[in-house]
């Protein structure tokens, strides 16, 4: 699928970047992978890991998602964009909220709008689970990018461009997330825990790659995909990388969510079920008719994916496969 074809990553030298440039290059012979990110240190380490000298086909693009005109420069003559661009740090998004407006909707916008007007042919937009049913900053932020992408197929219509969105949980082992940090926390012997009763979806870095990879190939227009994944109860998942450290409860963080959700009960209605995830369809009557042959069951009108009664739980051994641990 991507073989001769031109790919820009947006927000490209974040973890996801790194671990979706490594898995092209070793599937595939892109005409061009362009590396769009802001910071030029960044870019500069990254090069020293993909040199366009071994890698003829990387380009690296200085820009942000904020300026328009820079992105119009940036995506002439590309088929495929992979919007991974954001700001994320959730208690940062509740003292910071214009700067992660800018990024996380103005920058969607920006994207949406610029890759209609240069006739890119896919775009998928990397979500999060706190973009359903949001309670803080950056979860509403990426609510309105989702719903910016998932609108755009209906005012394009029958152009060549199409929208999708990728929803997954937390990464295990991707900066600033629980694990590296607890790894960290454990050479003191304590370990600092929000709420014992919080519970989170998981999935590695290279399923995700591979998830956003599928569903790029795939994606029709106007759907949300949603992957099947394990849940873990945050006191489970010291007690596998911490057994032995005492445990610090310092309470939940601005935004914080005690069960993280992915399919609200709200988009029951429009979620259909697959093998190995699920999809929200769009709402749009005219986008809707793209996936009028779909193979998806109806989930339940009563369904919610929630990481609270998510019936695959994440064991100790599996834990320890997916981290590479002994």
Known sequence: ????????????????????????????????????????????????????????????????????????????????????????????????????????????????????????????????????????LYGATKLCSDKLFVAANAFVSQDVTRFSVVRYGNVLGSRGSAVPLFLKQRETGTVSVTDPRMTRFWITLEQGVDFVLKCLEHMRGGEIFVPKLPSMNIMDLVKSLCPECQVKIIGIRPGEKIHEIMVPLADARRTIEFKNNYVILPDHADILTRFEDSSGKPVPEDFEYSSGDNPWQLSEDELKILLDMP
Not at 13 to 34: A, D, N
Not at 66 to 95: M, N, S, T, W
């Open 1 to 136: 699928m991507l073989n001769d074809k031109v790919i820009l990553i947006t927000g490209g030298t974040g973890s996801f970047g790194h671990k979706c440039v490594e898995t092209i290059l070793s599937r595939y012979q892109p005409k061009k992978l362009i590396i769009f990110s802001r910071d030029e240190f960044k870019q500069y380490e990254m090069a020293k890991k993909f040199p366009v000298e071994k890698h003829g086909c990387m380009r690296y693009f200085i820009g942000d998602v904020r300026d328009k005109e820079r992105l119009q420069r940036a995506f002439q003559g590309v088929d495929y964009v992979i919007h991974a661009a954001a700001l994320k740090q959730v208690p940062a998004a509740e003292y910071n909220p214009t700067e992660f407006i800018k990024t996380n909707i103005t920058g969607a916008q920006n994207v949406v709008n610029v890759a209609a007007d240069r006739g890119v042919s896919k775009v998928l937009a990397l979500s999060t689970d706190k973009a359903a049913n949001p309670i803080n």
